[in-house]
């Protein structure tokens, strides 16, 4: 199918478009990964995530623009617009949010991991000091005179054999 110029154009605008909004989806991975610590599993799996969706959204914006059709032109067009946002604003964005990241770790994180230490290693205290009175206790309910029957002296029972009877 042929396409006038002016479509072409508007086509490869909208693709700069769409390699901007990737590179902003991008960017909320990479933030994910500095405040989560990821391990190369998961970024192995986010990466193939991230992959399968604008691998999706590339389709969808050739079936838009040209009818299905792939063009150069639009998978050149929304790399332009990745690098333009990862090179400018992502840059930026990232920067800022790690700096925020650092700011909330220092001053909310650490702060509240320190009191809950605290607070656990007051409660594995206080069941160690519980767990051990209970072994005293168990080891002192050995010691303890046994319970017998009671021998009322005045109701004592003999008891009788059948072979006595004489």
């Known amino acids: 199918m042929n396409l006038s110029l002016t ?27 500095t405040v989560f610590q990821s ?6 799996f986010q990466d193939l995530f991230y992959m399968l969706t604008t691998a999706f959204i590339t389709f969808l914006l050739a079936l838009g623009v040209n009818y299905g059709e ?20 992502g840059m930026v964005t990232y920067r800022v ?6 700011i909330v770790r220092k001053f909310i994180i650490i702060p509240i991991k320190k009191l809950i230490a605290k607070i656990s290693h007051f409660i594995f205290s206080i069941m160690k000091i519980i767990g051990k009175n209970t072994k005293i206790v ?29």
Do not use: M, P
Not at 7 to 33: H, K, P, T
Not at 97 to 102: G, H, L, P, T
């Open 97 to 102: 949010f790690r700096f925020v990241s650092e």
């Open 7 to 33: 479509s072409q154009l508007q086509g490869f605008v909208i693709s700069i478009a769409a390699g901007v909004f990737l590179g902003a989806y991008y960017d909320i991975f990479r933030i994910f990964r």
């Open 70 to 89: 792939v063009r150069f032109y639009i998978l050149a067009g929304e790399a332009i617009g990745w690098c333009l946002y990862y090179l400018t604003v």
């Open 39 to 44: 391990e190369r599993r998961a970024v192995f």
């Open 138 to 166: 168990a080891v002192n309910q050995k010691k303890r005179l046994k319970h017998h029957r009671q021998i009322v002296y005045n109701h004592f029972k003999v008891k009788s054999s059948k072979n006595s009877k004489a």
